[in-house]
C-alpha cells in the first residue's frame, strides 16, 4: 500500500483513519468517533458512539443511522479542531448533505471527497473544489465511456416516455435508489404529466428531503391507494429491489425503466430486462473525475471503489501520482440496498 | 439512415415482442423500398462481409479521443461490444445524418471494401464527424460486419405479412435462399401474386424444426402413429436439383454445394424438380465419425483430395419437400417418405451409397422405444426424431408433429478456474467460465461454458470472481478454485489439442452445486471411463 503508515491519514481495518485527530471517516465497523461523507448504506454503518456530519445531510443521517445515534452537524464550510487537526466539510453534489472532508495538521492537507459529481442537482448543494495535498477519490464510473448526457436531456426523455405510456394507458415504473436519486428525479420530471406515485422507502426519504428545504412535487404513498385503475398514467418511483416482485402487480400494465449511470452501456440495460434505462448518475463521469482531480491540484491522488486501477494508471501515465485504495465503499453497486428493511409487504 | 438507426434503437429498448413487430411494421410501412430491402436484409441476419476490419476502426477512434490503447481494452471489456465502444468513445456530437440506408450501404460502405487504409479512414471518420452516437453505433455495427438485432426472421416475417396481408409461410418461403436487397426483391417479397413462386431455382424451402420433448413420450398417443428415425449430429441440409443444377443449402442458409462435391454429384442423378431435406454426416465404414471430423470440412471452400478421403460424407435423407417441381409439402410424412425411399431406390446402388434413406427404428410402443434409445451413444446418435406419419411438412419450428427425444447429457462436476467477461447482455459480469477436474492433485482444464445460470447466480459468481482473483492475463481472470458445478455436455472423444486429452461437445453449465466442495469434483480418471463406456470411432 502506497499510503504512508505515518501520514495523517491511513487505511485500518475499521476504515480510513486519522491517528492524530481520533476519528475516522465513513467507518465500516463501530468506532468511537466518525465523520461521515453521506448516508449512502456504504458510507453510514450505525453503531459508532458519535458521527460527525454535514447540517444539510443531518435528518437523512438520522434516518439512516437511528434515533439513538449521537450525531452533530457541521455547516459546510465551517471548521472544528479536533485534537489539533483542523476539520471542515464541503459539498460533494452527490445527494443532500454530501460532504467532502477536508483535515489539516503542521500545514499537510487531505480531502475526503466519498462519492460525489459535478453537474449541478437541484436537490442538494454543488460540489466545490478544495485544493490539498492529497486527494482521495472515488472511481465508481472511472472509464472513458461513461460520459453523461445532460440532465435536462434525460429527464425530457424520461416525460416522453411517461407521456407515451400515458396514452397507452400504462403505468411508468422507475427503479432508482431510494436515497438521492429518487428525489432527483421526482425534482426533474414535468409533475403536470399525471400523478406521481413512490415506494414506502422512496416515501420516507424524499419526505425527509422536504423537511430538509428541498422543493419536490406532491407524491402518494402507493400504498395508501387501492385498484390498478388508479395507477394508469401515473409515475411510480421504486428501488431497484422492487424490481421483478409481486409489489409491482398492483399497478397492472406498466413499462419499466432503470435510471442509472450503468444504462449508458446497453448490455447493462438488457441484464435488467427493462424496457428503458435512463442515464442519470450521481457520480462524476470520466470528464469530471479527471476534472475534479485536476482541480484539486494534489500531489497524490488515492483512488478507491469501481475503476480504481484504470483510474490510477491512467492518472500515473500522464504525469500524475496516483495509488489505488482497497476500501470497502461500493459506489454504484446496482444491487446496493439504501432501502434497509423497509420494504413494505405485498398486499 | 436516419428512420432505420430509430428502428434498431427501438428494437434494441425492448424485449416484447409485439413491440418489436410493431416498431418494424412502423418502419416497414414508412421506409422507401430501396432502404426497405436493406433493412430486411440485415433485420433477417444477412449481413455484408466485413468492410472494414474492428481494428482499425479501434486506431482511428482512440486517435480522435485520444486515449492511450489499454484504455480502449478496458473499455471494450466492459461494454463488451466493439461497436458499440467506439461509439461511446468518439467526441458528443449532435447532428443526424439523413442519408438514405440504401444510400448509406450502396455509396459509402460496400465501396470501401479493398480500399486503401487512407481512404477509408477519410470515409470513415467523415461519416463520423456527420452522426450522433446512435447513428454511429449503427454505422460501425454496419461496416465491421458485426451487425445484429434481437429479432428472428419470424418475427420480420411477421411484421411484413401483417403489412402485405399475406401468409407469413409464403413470404418466409421468398425470403429464402440468395437474393439481392433490391427495391425489385422487396417488392416481390410483398406482391400479391401468388402464381409466380418457381422463378428462382435455387431457392430452398423453410426447414421444418422439432422441439425437445421431455420424459417417456407416451402422451403422443400411439406408437404406430409416429415414426421414429434417429437423431443424426452434423448438418442439417436441403439437397435441390432443377433444371440440371444441384444446390445444397445448410441450416443457416448458406450455399454449401462446393464443400461437398460427393452429395453434389450423387444428386446429379437426381431427376429435375427435386429437393431433399436431410443431414450431412462424416460418415466411415459403416458407421458415423464424431462431428469434429466434419468441423474440418466446414471451414474450407476448397476441398482436398486428402481431406475427402479421409472424412467422406454421405447424406441420411429424412425428407422430399419437392417431386417433379412440384411442392408437396402439405402432403402427409407417410407418403413423402414412400415417394422418397422409390426415389432413392431408382439410383445406381454403390456399396456405400452417398445418399441414404435414414433408418426407421420400429418398435412395439414407447417403452420398447424408450429401450432403443439407450443405444443412441453407441451408435453416434443423439436419440430418437419422432414425427408423426399424418403430418405436413411444416415452417419453422413447431410443436405437435416432430419431437427432439434427446438422450440424456453425460454429466461432471467441475471446479470453475478462469472466469472472462462475457458479450452484449452480460457484457459487465463475469460469465464465460472455465472448469476443470481432477488430474491426480493437479486441476486441469476442460471445458469451457457460458451458460446454464440464472441472473442471481450469476451475481453472485461475479462476486466472487471480483474478490478472489489470482491472476489476471488480459481479459481472463484465474481464480481460486472453490466453486463446484454440474457440466452437461452430449459427447467426449479424445483431443491432442487440450490439455485434458479429451474435448466434450455443447458443454454448459447444469447446476451451481454450492453444496459440494472441489475435492467432491469428477477426476479425468472419471471422464475417460465414460467415453471408453461406448464406442469411440475417434479411436479408430
New interface residues.
Given amino acids: 500500500m502506497a499510503m504512508k503508515r505515518d501520514g495523517l491519514i491511513t487505511l485500518t481495518p475499521r476504515g480510513l483513519y486519522c491517528g492524530q485527530g481520533g476519528f475516522y471517516i465513513d467507518p465500516w465497523k463501530p468506532v468511537d468517533k466518525a465523520i461521515v461523507t453521506h448516508a449512502h448504506s456504504d458510507h453510514a454503518y450505525m453503531d459508532s458512539r458519535s458521527y460527525l456530519v454535514a447540517s444539510e445531510g443531518e435528518r437523512l443521517a438520522r434516518i439512516r443511522l437511528g434515533d439513538d445515534a449521537k450525531i452533530s452537524g457541521l455547516e459546510y464550510g465551517k471548521t472544528v479542531s479536533l485534537n489539533g487537526v483542523k476539520v471542515s466539510l464541503h459539498p460533494a453534489g452527490h445527494i443532500l448533505g454530501s460532504a467532502q472532508v477536508r483535515i489539516e495538521h503542521k500545514g499537510e492537507t487531505w480531502v475526503v471527497s466519498g462519492d460525489y459529481k459535478l453537474t449541478p442537482d437541484p436537490t442538494c448543494t454543488s460540489f466545490e473544489i478544495v485544493k490539498c495535498h492529497n486527494f482521495i477519490t472515488e472511481a465508481t464510473f472511472g472509464?472513458?465511456?461513461y460520459?453523461w448526457p445532460p440532465p435536462s436531456q434525460v429527464f425530457s426523455d424520461i416525460d416522453l416516455w411517461w407521456q407515451r405510456n400515458i396514452e397507452l394507458g400504462k403505468a411508468s415504473v422507475i427503479f432508482a435508489y431510494s436515497l438521492g436519486k429518487a428525489q432527483r428525479i421526482l425534482s426533474g420530471v414535468d409533475p403536470q404529466l399525471g400523478p406521481i406515485f413512490t415506494h414506502g422507502a422512496v416515501e420516507r426519504l424524499t419526505q425527509a428531503y422536504r423537511e430538509s428545504g428541498v422543493a419536490i412535487p406532491k407524491t402518494t404513498y402507493a400504498g395508501e391507494v387501492n385498484g390498478k385503475a388508479a395507477f394508469a398514467g401515473s409515475l411510480i418511483v421504486a428501488p431497484p429491489s422492487a424490481q421483478g416482485s409481486n409489489w409491482l402487480r398492483r399497478f397492472g400494465p406498466q413499462s419499466t425503466a432503470f435510471a442509472s449511470g450503468?444504462m449508458?452501456?446497453?448490455?447493462?440495460?438488457?441484464?435488467r430486462?427493462i424496457?428503458?434505462?435512463f442515464v442519470l448518475s450521481d457520480h462524476a463521469d470520466w470528464p469530471e473525475l479527471l476534472s475534479a482531480i485536476h482541480t484539486a491540484e494534489a500531489e497524490n491522488v488515492y483512488v478507491t471503489h469501481g475503476?480504481s486501477e484504470?483510474v490510477v494508471?491512467?492518472l500515473n501515465?500522464t504525469g500524475g501520482n496516483a495509488y489505488p485504495l482497497k476500501t470497502r465503499f461500493v459506489g454504484d453497486d446496482a444491487?446496493m440496498s439504501d432501502e434497509g428493511s423497509d420494504v413494505p409487504t405485498g398486499k | 439512415m436516419r428512420l432505420f438507426t430509430d428502428l434498431y434503437i427501438e428494437l434494441d429498448q425492448t424485449n416484447k415482442t409485439n413491440e418489436k413487430v410493431e416498431a418494424m411494421r412502423y418502419y416497414f410501412s414508412h421506409a422507401e423500398a430501396a432502404d426497405a430491402a436493406w433493412a430486411f436484409y440485415f433485420l433477417s441476419g444477412r449481413k455484408p462481409r466485413q468492410i472494414v476490419p474492428t481494428k482499425l476502426l479501434r486506431e482511428w477512434a482512440i486517435e480522435i479521443a485520444q486515449l492511450p490503447e489499454w484504455l480502449y481494452s478496458e473499455s471494450r471489456d466492459t461494454v463488451g461490444d466493439g461497436s458499440e465502444t467506439i461509439a461511446l468513445l468518439l467526441p458528443n456530437n449532435s447532428l443526424v445524418d439523413e442519408t438514405p440506408l440504401h444510400t448509406l450501404v450502396e455509396d459509402q460502405l460496400l465501396p470501401l471494401r479493398g480500399e486503401s487504409p487512407e481512404v477509408q479512414k477519410a470515409a470513415v471518420t467523415g461519416a463520423w464527424s456527420r452522426m450522433n452516437y446512435s447513428q454511429r453505433l449503427v454505422y460501425n455495427k454496419l461496416i465491421s460486419g458485426s451487425f445484429r438485432v434481437g429479432v428472428s426472421q419470424q418475427l420480420v416475417v411477421r411484421a411484413l405479412s401483417q403489412i402485405a396481408e399475406l401468409p407469413p409461410d409464403l413470404i418466409t418461403h421468398r425470403a429464402m435462399g440468395d437474393w439481392e436487397p433490391t427495391p425489385a426483391f422487396f417488392g416481390s417479397l410483398l406482391s400479391a401474386d401468388t402464381g409466380s413462386e418457381d422463378s428462382a431455382i435455387a431457392r430452398p424451402y423453410p426447414f421444418h424444426l422439432a422441439h425437445q420433448i421431455d420424459g417417456v413420450p407416451d402422451n403422443l398417443g400411439e406408437q404406430s402413429d409416429w415414426q421414429a428415425e434417429w437423431k443424426w449430429d452434423g448438418i442439417r441440409s436441403q439437397v435441390i436439383k432443377r433444371k440440371g443444377e444441384v444446390f445444397i443449402w445448410s441450416r443457416g442458409e448458406d450455399l454449401i454445394t462446393e464443400r461437398f462435391p460427393e452429395i453434389e454429384s450423387a444428386a446429379e442423378d437426381l431427376p429435375d424438380g427435386t429437393v431433399i431435406d436431410g443431414e450431412i454426416l462424416p460418415w466411415r465404414d459403416g458407421a458415423v465419425l464424431p462431428f469434429t471430423e466434419l468441423q474440418r470440412r466446414i471451414g474450407r471452400k476448397n476441398v482436398s483430395a486428402k481431406i475427402l478421403k479421409e472424412v467422406p460424407v454421405i447424406l441420411q435423407c429424412y425428407d422430399l419437400l419437392e417431386m417433379d417441381a412440384k411442392d408437396i409439402r402439405s402432403l402427409d410424412f407417410r407418403s413423402r417418405r414412400e415417394m422418397l425411399e422409390s426415389l432413392i431406390e431408382k439410383l445406381d446402388r454403390q456399396e456405400e451409397p452417398v445418399l441414404r434413406v435414414t433408418e426407421a427404428v420400429h418398435a412395439a410402443d414407447w417403452s420398447d422405444l424408450a429401450l432403443l434409445r439407450e443405444k443412441s451413444r453407441n451408435l453416434g446418435v443423439e436419440g430418437f426424431m419422432l414425427k408423426r406419419r399424418d403430418s405436413p411438412y411444416r415452417t419453422g419450428r413447431h410443436r405437435g408433429d416432430w419431437w427432439k427425444w434427446k438422450v440424456d447429457p453425460l454429466t461432471v462436476d467441475a471446479v470453475l478456474i478462469y472466469a472472462q467477461k462475457g458479450t452484449g447482455k452480460r457484457s459487465n459480469l463475469f460469465t464465460d467460465y472455465t472448469f476443470a477436474v481432477w488430474n491426480g492433485d493437479e486441476l486441469v482444464p476442460f471445458a469451457k461454458a457460458y451458460s446454464g445460470l440464472t441472473d442471481a447466480e450469476i451475481r453472485v459468481v461475479d462476486k466472487f470472481v471480483r474478490n478472489n482473483t489470482i491472476e489476471t492475463f488480459g481479459p481472463v481472470r484465474s481464480v481460486k478454485p472453490e466453486l463446484v458445478f454440474e457440466i452437461a455436455f452430449e459427447a467426449i472423444q479424445r483431443s491432442t489439442r487440450h490439455k485434458s486429452g479429451i474435448a466434450v461437445r455443447f458443454p454448459r453449465i447444469l447446476r451451481f452445486r454450492d453444496d459440494k466442495k472441489i475435492g467432491d469434483a469428477d477426476s479425468i480418471g472419471a471422464i475417460i471411463e465414460m467415453l471408453e463406456g461406448f464406442r469411440d470411432t475417434a479411436d479408430a
Fill in positions: 472509464l472513458p465511456i460520459r450503468w449508458i452501456v446497453r448490455g447493462a440495460r438488457r441484464q430486462a424496457d428503458r434505462g475503476f484504470e494508471r491512467y501515465d444491487d
